[in-house]
């Protein structure tokens, strides 16, 4: 919606009163332990919590381990110098000079380890990467904001967008905060008290005092995650997600937050069927983590959730001295098991979407966990709604996928659309598997139904290679730097003594000297594919749409590049600003790792004590990195990663529609097909 200046101040003044309501809300005078105020509770105000995290001095020892940590991972990190300034059309969206800050924040003195955290998140969080992010469990999470009025962007009949509660807020709010709502009810200014659920549907005209899409703008540039825009506006907003066994709802950035950043939202709203602009003033209510270990202080807190836990750092995987269950839970299962896997670190909640939007129709034999298939109403489209493509059984997994697909077919369905919606990746033979058995046997599947890769030959990683492959330090093939795991870009397995890092490819990029190794050739056929790979494709690839409310990272952009890029498949973003370009997928990577694998591959070669190697991280930290980039279909010699990919459709999204998985699959199929 957009306001004449002087609607505008109007309607800021009009909020000005309200905005001063804030000096009510409680303000924690904990003068001996501030931790202890929110020990053994459920529900606190954001500020108390911010007062415990705040108390907390920076730890000179800490701080330096993080960082050390941090940088010296960054080495095995794909892109970090593109990322000083991405190629376009991401210039504008990802300009971080990663290895730079974090010398800054070295010599920074911060007022308390909380800000120390808060700067560093956010300094991984400005490159945009999903699968290259900080999360530290002392304070990530470990008490969540929530407000009781997720937002959407709704399309009006005339085109013009505005973004409204959500029509089912009240619902879901009541459900999954039975405990909460009074409060909520309470705060509401007189006439409105114990109305909440007269808000849902309302038109949000200003958020604390600025108009909305100043808001989510705001938001966007310190939510990370993705490259495009898009993307980081749309996770303001609420939506939905297939989980394991259940249609998930996700409350989005404005009504659920990791941290406890805000401890209030000023709305100026009209409600459904009013004329009047009402001003509302709603707390946050800062609710215990579902993983948070209980504490009762300062002490507890920090030795319960912010010490390093058993799976933080690395192991030797052929030392005698690692439990048998750590090496199991650490050591990966082989190249055809690898994830690409986003590390966003926004808290996705178990609340259950109403069961008013939920899918009505049956879902078909080989339905499993976050995979569902359905047979549309009119009888000839199918749907694939894809949550991840992870599962707790792989092979079980990629069965499933055939076996509800000939479901489709069988049906007589025609068309297909595959929904993937917050779908963050997953194993990647999954996704080539998906592209192979849709598509048929061609020469874009078989052999190689994905992307060739590379990863950077730093001079730690070309060591760790030079001691496998001269040394035999992993004679059960564990190691992602083991030649014999990986083929060329003719498709051929390395021997077992090929330094497969050797000479690096150099390239000079943003001006710095970087290496990379070769091109890496196909990884999932045929070990990593079932046998029954069928001989012809099931559906025509024209008659496939991949929906998605943009997020769609990891795994499923490999899918959905290959499907959209190589099979002519269409391309659907739900609900995103019509003036902003969409992206059917966001960080797309080629394998994604962390400092725990990196970790392993050093202590198992034996180069723990060498300079360049990271040490032993001592907080409960998880640090995510990008190890393989898939080249692009567009320019087969540079990184997807920085390619163009628009979604065919926008798709708009009305109250009829929003959050609404079938009626969306409805309208998409009228549209696409």
Known sequence: MRFSKPLRAALIAFVAASVAVSATIDVPDHSVDPCAAIGDKKWVSPREVRACYSSFKVNGAIKTNILDVAE??????????????????????????????????RRQN?????????????????????????????????FVNYLPTPLVLL??????QNVHIAYEAFTVASAEF?????????????????????????????????LPFDAVNANAAIAGGYQALGARQNVYFSSYRRVAGEWGYVFGQFAQQALPLDDYAVLTIQ?????????IVLPYRSRLGSAAVPFQDTVSWRANNCAAVASTNGVDYYSSKVPDTSAAKLAPAGPKHLLNVAADNSPLTDVTLPAILQPTLVPLEGSRNVAQFYLAR???????????????????????????LQSLTKLGATQLIVDVTNNGGGFICAAQWLHRIIAGPKSTTVPQAGFDTTARAGPLAQLIVQSV???????????????????????????????????????????????????????????????????????????????????????????????????????????????VGQKYCGTIGGQSTDFVTIDSEIKTTGLKNHTLAPPDMIVNGVLGITWRLAYGVDKPNEPAEWQDHAANLNLPLTANLVNNPVAIWEEVARRVF
């Open 72 to 105: 010296k991972t960054a080495a095995f990190h794909t892109s970090v110098n593109y990322q000083i300034k991405a190629p376009a059309p991401f210039t504008s969206e990802v300009h971080e000079n990663l290895m730079q800050d974090i010398s800054r924040i």
């Open 110 to 142: 911060y007022a308390s380890e909380y800000d120390f955290h808060i700067d560093l998140s956010r300094t991984f969080k400005r490159l945009n990467d999903g699968h290259c992010s900080w999360t530290n469990y002392c304070y990530v999470s470990l």
């Open 155 to 160: 399309t009006a009949a005339d085109g013009t």
């Open 178 to 210: 039975p405990d909460q709502i009074s409060v909520w009810q309470d705060a509401l200014p007189l006439g409105l008290k114990g109305k909440l659920e007269t808000l849902s549907g309302a038109k949000v005209l200003l958020i604390n005092g600025k």
């Open 271 to 279: 409600r459904v069927n009013h004329t009047l602009l009402d001003t």
């Open 378 to 404: 009119d009888g000839k489209t199918g749907v694939l709604a894809l949550g991840s493509f992870s599962d707790t059984n792989y092979s079980a997994f990629l069965s499933s996928l055939l076996t509800g």
């Open 469 to 579: 492959v001269t040394n035999s330090t992993d004679p059960s093939q564990n190691l992602l730097y083991n030649p014999v795991n990986w083929r060329d870009a003719s498709n051929n397995f390395f021997a077992v003594d090929n330094n497969w890092l050797e000479p690096p490819v150099d390239f000079v990029i943003n001006g710095r000297k970087d290496s990379f190794s070769q091109r890496l050739g196909q990884e999932c056929q045929p070990e990593g594919f079932p046998d029954d790979a069928p001989a012809e494709a099931l559906f025509d690839t024209k008659k496939v749409a991949i929906v998605s409310n943009g997020r769609c990272a990891s795994s499923c952009s490999l899918f959905s590049i290959a499907m959209s890029k190589l099979e002519g498949s269409k391309t659907v973003v739900v609900g995103g600003k019509a003036d």
